[in-house]
């Protein structure tokens, strides 16, 4: 088959081949997130079940083994994510007519969580024996998204691997997991891709002002594509504009707005903001949103380093917990009142 990576991943998959037949039983991709670690993940896991891997350790493509693998039908595979992600799948994959019937079926909200029920149902998968004499391998992602119980379901499942049982696990966060669950894994650090690779990609995927695109995502080149095709590229444009201009009557007036945007999104849209102000102040550089470099540098001017590092670091906090607010308009209202007392 085509070799299905991209060009920044080629070095750390050569890498990954290094280990042979000495493959550790649980492996951790982990790097920033909208670096194609997910795609990363599933290539290698359809690797190790491929019959007649091709040179450089690639899938064929066209083994039986291949064929299940990409139907998601391998009776020696299982990817384990969280609901939401198979409903997004889903609807996307059956048009908008289709994902209201299923809305319509169920009122309860699709889980942002892996639970423990999906663990446990790993326990009968890795009981049985392999379909094809060979490997079983499970996908995990993302790892951040287990709810305790899960994780610590997980865990027993790590220190005491089946046979010939392979686990992948995907992460954006390694400080978001477990430690029982680290010490378990053999970390495997997927990287950055440089600006060049980056840049020529989202081009190559006909994105108009790639360079600004990329620089909003922190560098990377999935999300910088997605932000792109997003609609919500104009609520960040009014976001940025009113962050401009801070102070109590438009905190209020942007949270009036954004309390029906997804929450971790646009606390996420605030850290990097933060970030190139205290950047701008120490050092004039601005690598988030350099249209935005007079304005930057005004605020800059305005805060004190003391009560923006303090603003900082509640910024932060409120992401640990932005994907379960109790209510989204206060929480918007609080963590943007916050920011207006830095110039007020």
Same mark, same amino acid.
């Given at each position: 088959?085509?070799?299905?990576?991209?060009?920044?991943?080629?070095?750390?998959?050569?890498?990954?081949?290094?280990?042979?037949?000495?493959?550790?039983?649980?492996?951790?991709?982990?790097?920033?997130?909208?670096?194609?670690?997910?795609? !990363?993940?599933?290539?290698?896991?359809?690797?190790?079940?491929?019959?007649?891997?091709?040179?450089?350790?690639?899938?064929?493509?066209?083994?039986?083994?291949?064929?299940?693998?990409?139907?998601?039908?391998?009776?020696?595979?299982?990817?384990?994510?969280?609901?939401?992600?198979?409903?997004?799948?889903?609807?996307?994959?059956?048009?908008?007519?289709?994902?209201?019937?299923?809305? @319509?079926?169920?009122?309860?909200? #699709?889980?942002?969580?892996?639970?423990?029920?999906?663990?446990?149902?790993?326990?009968? !998968?890795?009981?049985?024996?392999?379909?094809?004499?060979?490997?079983?391998?499970?996908?995990?992602?993302?790892?951040?998204?287990?709810?305790?119980?899960?994780?610590?379901?997980?865990?027993?499942?790590?220190?005491?691997?089946?046979?010939?049982?392979?686990?992948?696990?995907?992460?954006?966060?390694?400080?978001?997991?477990?430690?029982?669950?680290?010490?378990?894994?053999?970390?495997?650090?997927?990287?950055?891709?440089?600006?060049?690779?980056?840049?020529?990609?989202?081009?190559?995927?006909?994105?108009?002002? @790639?360079?600004?695109?990329?620089?909003?995502?922190?560098?990377?080149?999935? @999300?910088?594509?997605?932000?792109?095709?997003?609609?919500?590229?104009?609520?960040?444009?009014? !976001?940025?504009?009113?962050?401009?201009? #801070?102070?109590?009557?438009?905190?209020?007036?942007?949270?009036?707005?954004?309390?029906?945007?997804?929450?971790?999104?646009?606390?996420?849209?605030?850290?990097?903001?933060?970030?190139?102000?205290?950047?701008?102040? *120490?050092?004039?550089?601005?690598?988030?949103?350099?249209?935005?470099?007079?304005?930057?540098?005004?605020?800059?001017?305005?805060?004190?380093?003391?009560?923006?590092?303090?603003?900082?670091?509640?910024?932060?906090?409120? *992401?640990?917990?932005?994907?379960? #607010?109790?209510?989204?308009?206060?929480?918007?209202?609080?963590?943007?009142?916050?920011?207006?007392?830095?110039?007020?």
């Amino acid at each position: 088959m085509t070799n299905p990576l991209f060009s920044w991943q080629q070095s750390a998959w050569q890498q990954l081949q290094q280990f042979g037949e000495r493959l550790p039983h649980a492996i951790l991709l982990h790097g920033p997130e909208g670096i194609g670690k997910t795609l !990363f993940a599933e290539h290698f896991a359809q690797s190790l079940l491929c019959e007649t891997p091709e040179q450089g350790g690639h899938a064929c493509g066209h083994c039986l083994s291949c064929g299940w693998f990409v139907q998601y039908s391998h009776p020696d595979y299982r990817r384990v994510r969280p609901e939401l992600l198979d409903e997004e799948e889903s609807a996307g994959a059956e048009g908008e007519a289709e994902s209201d019937k299923k809305t @319509a079926k169920s009122a309860k909200a #699709p889980s942002k969580e892996i639970v423990i029920n999906q663990v446990r149902a790993l326990t009968d !998968f890795m009981n049985l024996s392999t379909h094809r004499s060979g490997r079983r391998v499970i996908v995990l992602y993302p790892a951040e998204a287990l709810n305790t119980p899960a994780a610590n379901a997980l865990l027993k499942s790590l220190e005491e691997p089946s046979k010939n049982t392979v686990f992948v696990l995907v992460s954006n966060s390694l400080d978001r997991l477990l430690p029982t669950i680290l010490s378990r894994c053999h970390k495997f650090g997927l990287g950055m891709p440089d600006s060049a690779d980056a840049l020529a990609w989202l081009k190559s995927q006909n994105v108009s002002d @790639a360079e600004v695109w990329l620089a909003q995502q922190g560098g990377s080149p999935l @999300a910088a594509l997605e932000m792109s095709q997003s609609e919500s590229r104009t609520e960040l444009d009014d !976001f940025l504009r009113q962050l401009c201009k #801070p102070g109590p009557e438009s905190s209020l007036k942007i949270a009036e707005k954004m309390q029906k945007m997804d929450v971790p999104t646009t606390v996420s849209w605030m850290q990097r903001w933060l970030y190139d102000i205290f950047s701008c102040k *120490q050092t004039g550089r601005i690598r988030y949103y350099p249209r935005y470099q007079k304005e930057l540098a005004v605020l800059a001017g305005r805060a004190g380093s003391t009560e923006l590092l303090q603003v900082i670091r509640n910024t932060d906090e409120r *992401q640990a917990i932005a994907s379960h #607010p109790l209510a989204a308009k206060l929480f918007i209202e609080d963590m943007l009142l916050d920011y207006s007392a830095l110039f007020h």
